[in-house]
Antibody, heavy 117, light 112 residues
Framework: AVQLVESGGGLVQPKESLKISCAAS????????MYWVRQAPGKGLEWVAR??????????YYADSVKGRFTISRDDSKSMVYLQMDNLKTEDTAMYYC????????WGQGVMVTVSS | DVVMTQTPPSLSVAIGQSVSISCKSS???????????LHWLLQSPGRSPKRLIY???NLGSGVPDRFSGTGSQKDFTLKISRVEAEDLGVYYC?????????FGSGTKLEIK
């Protein structure tokens, strides 16, 4: 069965950094585009970042709200995807979901990131 | 950015009834390859989202055929026939045709 398991969330102060991870299994990870999507408390879904596959040069894309502060990366040898979040703002507080493949085929359980002083 | 407008924002239906949710986009969602990357997701209470339908009308694996999707260009509909208790939650449409990818604001389905 497909599994996506996020980890690394927590409470940080504004302007600090945090790196969250997602471990994938049950599908051919190296063939799948990977995404991060977030959901602020009580709000809807917001796409954050995307990373493509090796044949597509691991191209990355970001929402304007995080461009220049967040970096998505992947390690196909470990079936892992990461989101490095720098210069965090209070408005980045959200549940962060790892999702796989072109049409949000699979979702993890999410990891909570809270940015507060 | 492509704005996805979902209506209604909420609805309450009895078990066994049918319901439709509308999703309209501010731009055509037809990609240069001729495909339309409009998808439907369900977020059940306290759970992560689950994809129901991809590319307008294709049912995801394990999704009951009570769910169906139709539409084209900028106008899309999700229909649930014979609603069951497990269908409650928030339904989102999402587009992956244009960057940035965007979601509708959601339709909350409650069971009477």
């Amino acid at each position: 069965a497909v599994q996506l398991v996020e980890s690394g969330g927590g409470l940080v102060q504004p302007k600090e950094s945090l790196k969250i991870s997602c471990a994938a299994s049950g599908f051919t990870f190296s063939n799948a585009a990977m995404y991060w999507v977030r959901q602020a408390p009580g709000k809807g879904l917001e796409w954050v970042a995307r990373i493509r596959t090796k044949p597509n040069n691991y191209a990355t894309y970001y929402a304007d709200s995080v461009k220049g502060r967040f970096t998505i990366s992947r390690d196909d040898s470990k079936s892992m995807v990461y989101l490095q979040m720098d210069n965090l703002k209070t408005e980045d507080t959200a549940m962060y979901y790892c999702t796989a493949a072109g049409s949000f085929d699979y979702w993890g359980q999410g990891v909570m990131v809270t940015v507060s002083s | 950015d492509v704005v996805m407008t979902q209506t209604p924002p909420s609805l309450s239906v009895a078990i066994g009834q049918s319901v439709s949710i509308s999703c309209k986009s501010s731009q055509s969602l037809v990609y240069s390859d001729g495909k339309t990357y409009l998808h439907w997701l369900l977020q059940s209470p306290g759970r992560s989202p689950k994809r129901l339908i991809y590319q307008v009308s294709n049912l995801g694996s394990g999704v009951p055929d009570r769910f169906s999707g139709t539409g084209s260009q900028k106008d899309f509909t999700l229909k649930i026939s014979r609603v069951e208790a497990e269908d409650l939650g928030v339904y989102y449409c999402a587009q992956t045709t244009h960057f940035p990818f965007t979601f509708g604001s959601g339709t909350k389905l409650e069971i009477k």
